[in-house]
């Protein structure tokens, strides 16, 4: 397994200090915590109170009811006795006419426009069966009991009593005081439970009346729905714990990938790419990233070649200012012999050093021969110039280089016969090339002057021109017997100024700038030339391209 896969396992597999995943669930079941207290808290401390609340809305809002029905009955003078009386007597008939019209299969629309109007039996029956109210009606002037809807009567009747001589022992706490009514909290201590009591007199003043609804435990009731709440809590925290595992793992395994792809691009590896398609916030991320990637790459690659190229300028540089220092300490070197002699000389024509006309004439000549040298060495240099510097290109045009080879050899037999050398030339009868004939008669007047001034043993030289193995390129070579030239120099000949001969004698004149012409002049014709040690001798040789529809012509 690789490191870079060994890290990404560790890091999915092996919990983190600063995990994402870590601080969401941390914060989820904080503030899951947090609620749940904060309900215990507000069921511990309120519950009580909002119960108390409701309990007391719901006994004035049975009073008010109640009040209501009893001022519409009362207000023809009818008395309450008298409409009890008459709903009693009716009661079963009105009954029965509701259930009929319940299972007539009219409308709700009619059924609720053709609704009776309430009772005041039915207005108390109904907050006795909703919500357990438990309601005595007392005749004020009689003390008689008008109607009871609960089974304790005659105790309820003789407490609204005390309650109106206000013998209630200090058990009852106050809740609202009304115009006509009074709605308390007060203990049983038969039941060793409370109550919610209202008790009063109705609108007409002439009903007295007591309301009673039980009270159930409200400490009870706390305990039950904390333990309850407690329960469920803890349910809902684990679930939730469970689902936010898997929740997160989904949010922070994409993270995690660009967690890696960003180490993988601090490595300078731009080739990975964030594979997720999501349209959210981190699927846009990752693409960022991905086009990020690619920018990078090609701005740190357009760097590279930037660095790699400015690294060739300036080792090109520096190789410039080494052959230039080296080409001025070769041309010094070079001019300075001519210079010296010359110099020399002129100061003994100068002085009166010859006399005779023969010594004269023999300062003149070698003034003259050394002015020759210089003149030639100059000339050289200007065209090697030229032709590095493309200001002097080769006009390609077919010529025979046979009989171009042919008159050189034979303008060249005075310094072969002074060499005592013998050349030879081997090759058809007609070989057309395309090519620069000038400047190639130069490169073989190069070649030719180099083997003579390095002729030995048989002091033979073997011009050959031939064909290729393709058909479509010539090659020339001029051998020489003499020694072989070491293995080392032979790549440095083409350099200017470069001699085997590390004295650099004058033996034959030469100033090592006429191989690197010939360079010059095949790299224009962007021909090859080089050199090989042969048996016996030592090998020159170069290229041209063979002219085929001239040797159609000829």
């Known amino acids: 397994m690789s490191i870079g896969k060994v890290r990404t396992w560790c890091r999915c597999h092996m919990p983190m200090r600063h995990s994402i995943r870590r601080r969401i669930m941390a914060i989820f079941i904080g503030i899951m915590a947090v609620m749940l207290l904060s309900i215990w808290a507000i069921n511990n401390l309120w519950l009580e109170g909002y119960y108390v609340n409701q309990k007391q809305q719901m006994m ?134 409370a109550y919610v009591e209202s008790w009063g007199y109705f609108s007409d003043n002439a009903t007295m009346f007591i309301m009673s609804m039980p009270f159930a435990s409200i400490q009870e009731s706390v305990m039950l729905s904390t333990r309850f709440i407690t329960f469920v809590g803890l349910v809902v925290l684990a679930a939730g714990g469970i689902l936010m595992y898997f929740v997160t ?67 090109e540089k520096i190789q410039i200012d080494e052959m230039r220092k080296e080409f001025i300490a070769n041309v010094s070197h070079e001019l300075k012999t001519p210079i010296a002699l010359i110099q020399g000389y002129a100061e003994g024509l100068t002085e009166g050093m010859c006399e005779d006309e023969e010594s004269r004439n023999y300062y003149c000549g070698v003034i003259t021969d050394e002015a020759a040298k210089m003149n030639k060495m100059v000339r050289q240099l200007l065209t090697l110039t030229a032709l590095e510097f493309g200001r002097d290109m080769p006009v390609l045009e077919p010529f025979d280089i046979m009989a171009l080879i042919r008159d050189l050899v034979n303008s060249s037999q005075i310094l072969l016969q ?16 395309l090519g620069d004939e000038f400047k190639i008669e130069e490169v073989l007047t190069n070649y030719l002057t180099n083997a003579i001034h390095h002729l030995d043993g048989e002091r033979k030289i073997c011009i050959r021109a031939e064909e290729d193995s393709t058909g479509e390129t010539v090659i020339i070579r001029v051998f020489n017997t003499g020694n072989p030239i070491p293995e080392e120099d032979i790549p440095n000949l083409w350099t200017k100024f470069y001699k085997v001969d590390k004295a650099r004698t004058r033996a034959y004149g030469g100033s090592g700038i006429g191989l690197s012409i010939v360079k010059a002049i095949m790299d224009a014709h962007h021909q090859s030339c080089g050199v090989a040690n042969r048996d016996g001798g030592v090998e020159f040789w170069f290229t041209l391209q063979l002219a085929l529809e001239f040797a159609e012509e000829v």
């Open 60 to 193: 004035e809002e049975a009073y008010n009811a109640v009040n209501q029905v009893m001022v519409e009955h009362t207000a023809a003078g009818e008395r309450v006795s008298d409409i009890l009386r008459s709903e009693l007597a009716h009661e079963w008939e009105l009954w029965g006419e509701q259930e009929g019209k319940a299972t007539s299969g009219l409308s709700e629309k009619n059924q609720t426009s053709e609704r009776p109007q309430p009772t005041l039996l039915g207005t108390i029956r109904t907050y006795r069966e909703e919500n357990n109210i438990t309601t005595v009606l007392i005749d004020s002037y009689s003390g008689k009991i008008l109607l009871s809807s609960g089974w304790e009567t005659d105790f309820l009747v003789r407490k609204v009593q005390r309650y109106v001589l206000g013998m209630d022992d200090g058990r009852s706490e106050l809740l609202k005081q009304g115009e006509n009514y009074v709605i308390e909290m007060n203990y049983d201590y038969r039941t060793d439970s």
């Open 249 to 315: 793992n989904r949010v922070t395994n994409p993270i995690l990938k660009l967690a890696d792809l960003s180490e993988e691009m601090s490595n300078l590896n731009f080739d990975v790419h964030y594979e997720e398609n999501a349209e959210d916030e981190i699927g846009v991320l990752g693409r960022s990233m991905n086009t990020l990637s690619g920018t990078l790459k090609e701005t740190i690659q357009a760097l590279k070649d930037a660095n790699v190229q400015l690294q060739q300028d300036i080792e």
């Open 418 to 433: 002074q060499s005592g050398a013998h050349a030879e030339v081997e090759g058809p009868q007609k070989l057309p090339v």
